[in-house]
């Protein structure tokens, strides 16, 4: 059942209800346009519109947008709703979204719950609204509300629907003030279709165009909202719809909606694989080891989660480092408004920070976060299988270390996982769950239920240098860098990067982490590098003449007063000097050549990292790209985005790259196999 409808006396109550967050498919269209007709059969005075559960309506049925819309469609079943002689209200508690919004714009009263939210969020997906919404929406909230509900698609919660008009009011009980809402009262109110477009604004228009230009860049649908919202403005309704609807069909199968409908339902495919069976240990009080950034970050999303957390440190100074690190997390929760006083009051109560390992002793799961030393974690582990009950699992939050080598020592390396945090850890949503060569399902299954208890994007990960992300990272860096050292600079990369779509390219990015991290890993990696592998030795120079980045006031960029980056001449004679002592001739890279072969040589690791098994599908490498590196989302991640390309195409410029470097640009046998059998890289599988 999708739609219930029933009536008492003259009054009608219908009920979306298609869990679980009602998504509108077909058949709730279809309800939805029988219950009108039943209404006025009935001679009803009034439709009483709500939701079952936790939403009033999700929006539109996100799945059957790859598939040619089925009839009733949307917007006729609206208008049949906003025509009718029955006057519908909508009782709204729970969130109205998309085309859940455009239904109870079409009634003639909204009222919603104070929890609730109403809003236009179809730009998320790469679309606008296609069911009346450009056009109903303006007419109830004017036009300055209008063009950023919909170019921005942020929702509003029930109080700011209210002062914009959206909502008559804001009730505890949606439904029961519905039915008492009085029928002449009702009557009165003009269907929103009649009600007249707001004046067309230049200056409106081109304030909201200049918003997206900077909030959304290269993102059409935004563009394509405004346009509609406009043309609306200055022709009648019913006109205008077919207008919507068509800009509405035309994203909906583009490549930009396809890419954001792909990461939409990715993240939500991020769960536990269903081979792992085990139960998770008690999440209750989390041990954390090291309180500096990571550790004090990883410690308050486990307080924001309402969990203990005990931050283990080494001394009385670290305890102090701690304690002023999750206390300054708080104050920045309480001056952001996302945290009460009492909530704040309640992570101070379950927060600890202690030298004491046996502060720690009830807890079952402990994450250390300590310096990225393989001797300073095995140290650690010792101590914690020492303090913590012995079937404890035990965590490391490394971002390259072996979690192989890291259990040698250990009695039962069963219990280890790795939980690769990315910072700020309260606020990044990537968490890759690393699976060592012996580490139990147990374990495995604890890190991913402590990723669901902390809202985050759980990704399997294997055991390699990297492991997923940082792995593919490191190759990214590297292309980049011999692009650099062979003809270009690094503003000129960065460039290219953010034309593909990067909120900044790999060396602004760089300068913001610190050149030196990436060079403890370079410096770690010497004893086993091929020694016939390019290698690139403009960063370490950089490291030598102490340009770590902001952190130094100088990297690939100049930081002077600590504001915008400048160009740095000596960092792009460094290049130049580099390929003298090398011999290399320079190439004048254009910016499609950069963004090809940074783009490529990711592609082609990402590739190995699925062949490999490190990853298991190529879904996940996409969340990780997207949510881990800031890869462009309305491009759906890493090897959406190589879909897009195709193997063949991608094979055949790879092996002309493998003539001029066959180590750097060795092709990956999971390319090559998609490519001589035409499969997409979205169904390609682990080499095993
Ligand atoms: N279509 C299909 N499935 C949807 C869906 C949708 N619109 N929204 C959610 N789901 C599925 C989701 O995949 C998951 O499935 C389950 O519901 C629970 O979702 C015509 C064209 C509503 C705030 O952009 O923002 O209307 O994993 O895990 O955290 O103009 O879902 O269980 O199999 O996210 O409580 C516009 C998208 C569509 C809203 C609930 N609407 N959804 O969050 O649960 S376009 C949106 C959300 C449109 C019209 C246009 C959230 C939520 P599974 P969940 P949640």
Avoid at 208 to 237: C, N, W, Y
Avoid at 347 to 371: K, P
Avoid at 408 to 426: C, E, I, K, T, W
Avoid at 667 to 678: F, I, N, Q, T
Wanted: net charge negative; charged share 25%; proline share 5%.
């Amino acid at each position: 059942m999708s739609v219930t409808k029933r009536n008492e006396a003259d009054v009608g109550y219908v009920e979306i209800d298609n869990p679980p967050v009602n998504a509108i498919g077909q058949s709730v269209r279809q309800g939805l346009l029988e219950a009108v007709r039943w209404a006025e059969e009935l001679h009803l005075t009034r439709v009483i519109l709500s939701g079952k559960g936790r939403a009033f309506a999700a929006g539109a049925d996100a799945r059957e947008f790859d598939q040619a819309p089925l009839e009733p469609h949307l917007p006729d079943v609206l208008n049949a709703i906003d025509e009718s002689f029955v006057p519908w209200i909508a009782a709204i508690d729970g969130v109205a979204l998309g085309g859940g919004a455009e239904v109870a714009m079409a009634c003639r009263m909204r009222i919603m719950s104070p929890k609730s939210q109403i809003g236009m969020p179809e730009v998320t997906l790469g679309v606008i609204p296609g069911a009346g919404g450009t056009q109903r929406l303006p007419r109830l909230v004017g036009l300055a509300k209008a063009l950023d509900m919909i170019s921005l698609g942020k929702p509003l919660k029930a109080a700011q629907a209210l002062a914009a008009k959206l909502t008559h009011t804001v009730e505890d009980d949606p439904l029961e003030e519905a039915y008492m809402v009085n029928t002449e009262e009702l009557g009165c109110i003009v269907p929103t279709w009649e009600l007249p477009a707001p004046e067309h604004d230049a200056s409106l228009i081109t304030k909201a165009r200049a918003t997206i230009a900077k909030k959304s860049p290269q993102q059409i649908a935004p563009v394509q909202a405004i346009d509609v919202i406009e043309a609306g403005l200055s022709i009648p309704f019913h006109e205008a719809l077919p207008i919507e609807r068509a800009a509405f069909l035309e994203l909906k199968t583009g490549d930009q909606a396809r890419a954001l409908r792909h990461i939409f339902f990715a993240e939500r495919a991020a769960k536990m694989p269903d081979s792992i069976k085990a139960e998770t240990v008690a999440l209750d009080h989390i041990a954390v080891v090291g309180g500096g950034t990571m550790g004090a970050g990883i410690a308050y999303a486990l307080l924001n989660a309402g969990l203990r957390a005990t931050i283990l440190e080494t001394d009385a100074d670290g305890v102090a480092r701690a304690k002023t690190n999750v206390e300054a997390l708080i104050g920045a929760g309480l001056k952001r408004g996302l945290i009460t006083e009492e909530r704040a009051q309640g992570h101070r109560d379950r927060f600890v920070a202690s030298t004491d390992y046996a502060q720690a002793g009830d807890a079952m799961l402990a994450i250390e976060a300590a310096f990225e030393s393989m001797d300073v974690k095995k140290d650690v582990f010792a101590k914690l299988v020492d303090a913590l009950p012995k079937d404890a699992i035990l965590a490391s939050n490394t971002s390259y270390l072996d979690i192989n080598e890291l259990v040698a020592n250990l009695s039962d390396p069963s219990r280890v996982v790795g939980l690769h945090f990315f910072a700020p850890a309260h606020i990044m949503k990537l968490l890759e769950i690393v699976r060592g060569a012996q580490t139990s399902d147990t374990a495995l299954a604890t890190g991913f239920a402590l990723g669901k208890k902390l809202r985050k994007i759980p990704v399997l990960a294997g055991v390699c240098d990297g492991f997923i992300g940082n792995r593919i990272l490191a190759r990214y860096r590297e292309a980049a860098d011999t692009v650099f050292m062979d003809g270009s600079t690094p503003w000129e990369v960065d460039e290219a990067m953010e034309m593909f779509g990067y909120a900044m390219g790999p060396y602004e990015a760089q300068d913001l982490s610190g050149l030196d991290i990436a060079h403890a890993n370079r410096r770690r990696q010497d004893a086993t590098r091929d020694p016939n592998r390019r290698y690139i030795p403009i960063a370490d120079r950089m490291v030598e003449l102490g340009k770590l980045g902001r952190k130094t006031g100088a990297g690939w960029y100049r930081y002077p007063g600590g504001n915008g980056k400048v160009d740095d001449p000596i960092v792009a004679d460094l290049a130049i000097e580099e390929s003298h002592l090398a011999k290399r001739d320079r190439t004048d890279y254009q910016a499609e050549e950069i963004k090809e072969r940074l783009l490529l040589a990711m592609i082609n690791e990402a590739a190995d990292i699925l062949d490999e098994g490190i990853a298991q599908n190529a879904r996940d490498i996409d969340l990780v790209t997207v949510f881990g590196y800031g890869f462009p989302r309305w491009r759906g991640g890493l090897m959406h985005y190589a879909d897009t390309l195709g193997a063949q195409a991608m094979v055949t410029r790879l092996r002309e790259l493998s003539q001029e470097d066959p180590v750097a640009w060795k092709v990956s046998p999971l390319l090559e196999r998609c490519a001589d059998s035409g499969t997409k890289l979205a169904d390609a599988r682990p080499r095993s």
